[in-house]
């Protein structure tokens, strides 16, 4: 996903954390958050509202309440550009459609894009994954054991 371009841009921060799962995009974003003394948005807590709300049940429930957690989460992207505010926003964007949306959110709202790309290897992804899956902070609504 790229925002970027040659022109300043004015108007607020926006760090946009992406990445595969496991690759510590969440870690990472809290402590941004936390240094910067700035709002986080991440797709996992509305996805694990839903839950909360919904309940949960197989993998398509979870990838469906995954496009409603996206869904929603560009809602509040939106909301915080309206109102003229820095914050970080994460999730596993998929680049094409992300960057598209965040494209037009931009030529309503000029802001100042940062873009962190979380990465790791594959072992260390599929290492993190597992224990994940088998973590008792893990919302089991992600059914990450399947």
């Given at each position: 996903?790229?925002?970027?371009?040659?022109?300043?841009?004015p108007g607020p921060l926006v760090?946009?954390?992406?990445?595969?799962?496991?690759?510590?995009?969440?870690?990472?974003?809290?402590?941004?958050?936390?240094?910067?003394?700035?709002?986080?948005f991440t797709k996992d807590t509305?996805?694990?509202?839903?839950?909360?709300?919904?309940?949960?049940?197989?993998?398509?429930?979870?990838?469906?309440?995954?496009?409603?957690?996206?869904?929603?989460?560009?809602?509040?992207?939106?909301?915080?550009?309206?109102?003229?505010?820095?914050?970080?926003?994460?999730?596993?964007?998929?680049?094409?459609?992300?960057?598209?949306?965040?494209?037009?959110?931009?030529?309503?709202?000029?802001?100042?894009?940062?873009?962190?790309?979380?990465?790791?290897?594959?072992?260390?992804?599929?290492?993190?994954?597992?224990?994940?899956?088998?973590?008792?902070?893990?919302?089991?609504?992600?059914?990450?054991?399947?």
């Open positions: 996903m790229s925002l970027t371009d040659e022109s300043s841009t760090v946009v954390v992406a990445g595969a799962p496991g690759s510590g995009k969440t870690t990472l974003a809290r402590h941004l958050a936390t240094a910067l003394t700035l709002p986080l509305i996805k694990e509202t839903l839950f909360d709300t919904l309940g949960w049940g197989d993998r398509a429930w979870s990838r469906k309440l995954g496009t409603a957690a996206v869904a929603i989460l560009f809602g509040c992207v939106e909301a915080e550009l309206a109102a003229g505010r820095s914050f970080i926003v994460e999730s596993n964007f998929q680049p094409a459609h992300a960057a598209a949306d965040f494209h037009a959110l931009r030529a309503r709202y000029p802001f100042q894009p940062c873009v962190v790309y979380c990465h790791a290897e594959e072992e260390v992804l599929l290492a993190r994954f597992a224990a994940r899956a088998h973590s008792a902070d893990r919302h089991p609504g992600h059914v990450d054991r399947e």
